[in-house]
């Protein structure tokens, strides 16, 4: 069974550019986790995702970002325009519905805003 | 909201004990997790514990907690290079299930 999948796995950008990471979840797994990890800090949660509905985006820094999850399958996130403390590792994670599951991480994207 | 702390590095030697330290404080957390994470993947779920406990022991792993002091460890007996890795604890919190982690312990396991 394949694992949870993002792409790119390695973004270089420049301040004010455009970048939109993807992230593929386990198949039939309703839920869907956005984290970022800042260089050496801890990794934060971003936002949270049931099927295609936004159920917690609290951790979301600014409105530079934008996460989708059309039909509730892959999701999107994008950021426009990307500032220097943008640049981290991004991971997605995807579980089965409820909140004690356990979330499957995937490789994670790692972006740097030059 | 919930903070977790974690010591940034550890070395230790190949056949050693390792222990991971991890204080928290949102004592509402249910469950608390340890991750794993090598170079160029994902976190890997170690481990984890209930809240009610105090010890679970899964083969070379043994996660202690103290709800009083709000601490968890997280000890690798007998530690071999492939544990080399960073280690992160987490708790989770509220409705939806967001992991709350701490900053990470990279662990290094000299031959």
């Known amino acids: 069974e394949a694992g949870v999948t993002q792409f790119p796995s390695h973004s270089v950008i420049e301040k004010g550019q455009t970048v939109t990471l993807r992230c593929d979840p386990i198949s039939g797994h309703d839920n869907l986790y956005w984290y970022r990890r800042v260089m050496g800090k801890e990794i934060k949660f971003l936002l949270h995702?049931?099927?295609?509905?936004?159920?917690?985006e609290s951790g979301m820094p600014n409105n530079r970002f934008l996460a989708e999850r059309t039909g509730g399958t892959y999701s999107t996130l994008k950021v426009q325009p990307a500032e220097l403390e943008d640049s981290g590792v991004y991971f997605c994670?995807?579980?089965?519905?409820?909140?004690?599951?356990?979330?499957?991480f995937g490789p994670g994207t790692r972006l740097t805003v030059l | 909201g919930e903070d977790v702390e974690q010591s940034l590095f550890l070395s230790v030697r190949e056949g050693d004990s390792s222990v991971i330290n991890c204080t928290y404080t949102?004592?509402?957390?249910?469950?608390l997790y340890w991750y794993k994470q090598e170079p160029g993947a994902g976190l890997q779920l170690l481990t984890y514990i209930f809240s009610n406990m105090d010890m679970k022991q899964d083969q070379r792993l043994t996660v202690l907690l103290n709800k009083k002091d709000k601490h968890l460890s997280l000890r690798i007996a007998d530690t071999q290079t492939g544990d080399s890795a960073i280690y992160f604890c987490a708790g989770r919190s509220g409705q939806g299930g967001k992991l709350i982690f701490g900053q990470g312990t990279e662990l290094s396991v000299k031959p």
């Open positions: 995702f049931v099927k295609e509905s936004k159920q917690d």
């Open positions: 949102d004592s509402s957390s249910t469950y």
């Open positions: 994670a995807s579980s089965l519905g409820g909140a004690y599951n356990e979330q499957f």
